[in-house]
């Protein structure tokens, strides 16, 4: 960065009311909220209003500064919160080489953001920070500690009363990796005990959807009882709780009394929607109910995509929808797998399929398509107004609802029987190409199968009313 643009960056910062506080407020976080920056100002007196205007200052200089922003404006990605998410504020380059001239001793370093997960990590750190300095509460944030046993590194440090504490906001653990769970829990024992007597808690602060929390705790349990079996009891306690418990709670202590001993987990979830007399594992503290038929990784996995669908932007949405699809599919539909050698009826697939539907993001267009499904089936419409019917329903209710319309790239038609091609049937050709990507085949079969289904298997899927005998 250039001197000549650091300097003249000084002396407007300099002539802007509140702006080097809210910039030195980032700290070595890198970034700020307008309730953190308030409490580090520390005058009551002073509004969120006026923090807001001067922090957009800091995002958007006036057109006479003709140089790069000392702040960037983002959202995290929180789950379990209603509402829009408050705006962060990330100190670019210019603003830490700025805040830097205005530091004595310590230097602080550009804030590398790797993706969303770690954008929200942060986020969480600095709100349980923010939460914890309301009742004047020293906690210090990405501190490190060290002893000749072992270095460790807590998100946030605390000792209150005679307890130390320190939280780790975790978001996402796979089986695969549990051992980055095994090696946190063997380093925290090497250093407390290299420490002496004092009393240590470990708090897990989780930021998942509720549906994946039963086995987000299980992966922790696991890796607990295998550090357990080697070292013998630890000289800490965990606990965990939610971000949503933590940063909604009304005081910080109470959130930390509230939260829960990891081995001491309990957890309720809803059954989701199953065939009649089906057998389903039933769902206990830690599971979720799914079909003997159905993984856990693959219901996990499908549980990601459809999030992933749910919450794409429309110019994402295609490629969320053929992720989803693909799991869907190949639930039933793999090499060599009886559907398809032997017409065995795809239940893996409808399952997913169904869940799908049922989710209460998707109620609107599976109410409907069962409208528009029972009365094709009461009128039995030609097989030319069976096809425009189909095919409207499908780009107007289902592609629709995730922000899709016609004359792109994709193409979506539905296909009645030709009765002089034996071959033939019921079936959605789809297409998805461009100048810059042809669709792969195993793409296009899912997606195929996908809008098929809806009308070959609706009854199955609950889209259409059985007829009264």
Same mark, same amino acid.
């Given at each position: 960065m250039e001197d000549k643009t650091i300097q003249e960056r000084i002396l407007a910062i300099q002539k802007k009311?509140?702006?080097l506080e809210i910039l030195k407020s980032t700290g070595k976080n890198g970034m700020t909220t307008l309730g953190y920056a308030w409490l580090q100002i520390g005058k009551?007196?002073?509004?969120?209003?006026?923090?807001?205007?001067?922090?957009?200052?800091?995002?958007?200089?006036p057109q006479d500064l003709t140089m790069p922003a000392l702040l960037e404006r983002h959202q995290p990605k929180l789950f379990g919160f209603n509402g829009r998410p408050e705006n962060i504020y990330l100190r670019t380059e210019l603003g830490t080489s700025v805040l830097n001239e205005f530091l004595n001793e310590e230097i602080v370093s550009t804030p590398q953001i790797r993706d969303q997960w770690d954008l929200t990590h942060r986020y969480i750190i600095l709100k349980?920070?923010?939460?914890?300095?309301?009742?004047?509460q020293d906690i210090q944030i990405e501190y490190t500690l060290k002893n000749a046993a072992q270095e460790v590194r807590a998100d946030l440090y605390a000792e209150i009363n005679t307890v130390k504490i320190a939280l780790e906001v975790e978001q996402k653990l796979l089986r695969r990796n549990l051992g980055r769970a095994r090696n946190k829990f063997k380093n925290w024992a090497s250093y407390i005990q290299a420490e002496g007597t004092d009393f240590w808690r470990i708090y897990l602060v989780l930021n998942v959807r509720t549906r994946t929390?039963?086995?987000?705790?299980? *992966?922790w349990q696991e890796a607990l009882d295998e550090i357990r079996r080697e070292l013998g009891e630890l000289p800490y306690d965990i606990y965990y709780l939610s971000a949503k418990e933590l940063l909604d709670a009304p005081a910080f202590i109470d959130a930390l009394q509230n939260a829960r001993l990891l081995k001491d987990f309990e957890f309720k979830e809803e059954r989701p929607t199953v065939f009649p007399g089906e057998e389903v594992r039933e769902a206990d503290d830690e599971k979720p109910a799914y079909p003997d038929y159905i993984s856990e990784d693959l219901y996990l996995r499908f549980q990601n995509a459809l999030d992933t669908l749910l919450d794409a932007p429309p110019e994402k949405a295609l490629e969320a929808l053929s992720e989803l699809a693909k799991l869907i599919y190949y639930a039933s539909y793999y090499p060599n797998s009886p559907s398809l050698k032997a017409a065995v009826f795809p239940r893996a697939s409808i399952w997913l399929?169904?869940?799908?539907?049922?989710?209460?993001r998707m109620a609107e267009v599976q109410k409907e398509l069962a409208t528009a499904l029972t009365r094709i089936q009461k009128r039995n419409p030609g097989m030319i107004m069976l096809r425009e019917t189909v095919t409207s329903l499908l780009w107007d209710v289902l592609l629709f609802h995730h922000?899709?319309?016609?004359?792109?790239i994709l193409r979506v038609v539905f296909q009645v029987p030709d009765f002089q091609d034996r071959t033939s049937d019921f079936q959605v050709d789809v297409r998805?190409?461009?100048?810059?990507r042809a669709a792969r085949t195993n793409e296009v079969e899912a997606?195929?199968?996908?809008?098929?289904?809806?009308?070959? *298997?609706r009854r199955h899927l609950g889209l259409i009313e059985e007829k009264k005998k």
């Open positions: 009311k509140h702006a009551p007196q002073l509004s969120l209003q006026a923090i807001r205007k001067t922090a957009d200052w800091l995002v958007a200089p349980v920070a923010e939460l914890a300095k309301k009742e004047e929390l039963p086995t987000i705790i299980r *992966y399929m169904r869940l799908y539907l049922d989710h209460p922000g899709m319309g016609r004359g792109g998805v190409d461009n100048d810059l997606l195929n199968w996908f809008f098929t289904s809806i009308y070959l *298997y």
